[in-house]
């Protein structure tokens, strides 16, 4: 069975830019939550969807969205770019919102670099 | 609030040692708890899960943790460090409510292997 995609796996753009990061969960799976990674923060969670709907936001500026699609596929998106924003982002996907019950796969990442 | 904290940031061990990575949690109900792997360019692969079920888990690559809540600990331990094993490690707990996936990260510890 495939595994959860994310794409671009890289992306480098400048300050000031928007970027729209794209993550397909795993087949069946209606459950996404997004990560960021950085080495001065770690692994901070952005956000999590279920069912189209948000269900839980992690402590990000507004500039930091998201949406989830019928089909389950998520995207985030990040406005006004700046430096800090360079990391690598995660999305993981699980059948449902279980607390930890269902286990969580994690995709790739996309590795964004803001000049 | 849920939180873990792992001690050391940096392991090193000699191929065939014993392998100790150190989580300590803080939690106001009882956790669910995760370790999980990185290689590097790559996202994260769950080792194994505490839910309160054993409190001894076995997990993939001959893994396993024991839950030790009088310590309020997790560590995860393998008996005999492959170089394969080289890699960053995870410890989580879930965020509280059945209801979310959200995990909640330690900083991670690097496991270096020598031969």
Same mark, same amino acid.
């Given at each position: 069975?495939?595994?959860?995609?994310?794409?671009?796996?890289?992306?480098?753009?400048?300050?000031?830019?928007?970027?729209?990061?794209?993550?397909?969960?795993?087949?069946?799976?209606?459950?996404?939550?997004?990560?960021?990674?950085?080495?001065?923060?770690?692994?901070?969670?952005?956000?999590?969807?279920?069912?189209?709907?948000?269900?839980?936001?992690?402590?990000?500026?507004?500039?930091?969205?998201?949406?989830?699609?019928?089909?389950?596929?998520?995207?985030?998106?990040?406005?006004?770019?700046?430096?800090?924003?360079?990391?690598?982002?995660?999305?993981?996907?699980?059948?449902?919102?279980?607390?930890?019950?269902?286990?969580?796969?994690?995709?790739?990442?996309?590795?964004?670099?803001?000049? | 609030?849920?939180?873990?904290?792992?001690?050391?940031?940096?392991? @090193?061990? @000699?191929?065939?040692?014993?392998?100790?990575?150190?989580?300590?949690?803080? @939690?106001?109900?009882?956790?669910?708890?995760?370790?999980?792997?990185?290689?590097?360019?790559?996202?994260?692969?769950?080792?194994?899960?505490?839910?309160?079920?054993?409190?001894?888990?076995?997990?993939?690559?001959?893994?396993?943790?024991?839950?030790?809540?009088?310590?309020? @600990?997790?560590?995860?331990?393998?008996?005999?460090?492959?170089?394969?094993?080289?890699?960053?490690?995870f410890c989580a707990v879930s965020d509280l409510g059945g209801a979310t996936n959200k995990l909640i990260f330690g900083t991670g510890t690097l496991l270096a292997v020598q031969p």
């Open positions: 069975k495939a595994g959860v995609t994310q794409t671009p796996r890289y992306l480098i753009k400048t300050r000031g830019q928007q970027v729209t990061l794209s993550c397909s969960p795993i087949s069946g799976h209606r459950s996404v939550s997004w990560y960021q990674q950085t080495p001065g923060q770690g692994l901070q969670f952005l956000f999590e969807y279920f069912s189209e709907t948000q269900r839980n936001k992690g402590n990000f500026p507004g500039r930091f969205s998201g949406r989830q699609f019928s089909n389950s596929r998520s995207e985030m998106n990040v406005s006004t770019l700046e430096l800090g924003d360079s990391a690598l982002y995660l999305c993981a996907s699980s059948l449902v919102a279980s607390g930890g019950a269902y286990e969580q796969f994690f995709g790739p990442g996309t590795r964004l670099t803001v000049l | 609030a849920q939180s873990v904290t792992q001690l050391g940031s940096h392991v @090193s061990v @000699s191929e065939g040692a014993l392998v100790l990575l150190r989580c300590n949690y803080s @939690s106001s109900v009882p956790p669910y708890l995760f370790w999980y792997v990185q290689y590097p360019n790559q996202g994260l692969q769950l080792l194994l899960k505490y839910t309160s079920a054993a409190t001894l888990v076995k997990g993939i690559n001959g893994f396993e943790a024991e839950f030790k809540k009088s310590e309020t @600990s997790f560590h995860l331990t393998k008996p005999s460090a492959h170089m394969s094993d080289a890699a960053e490690y």
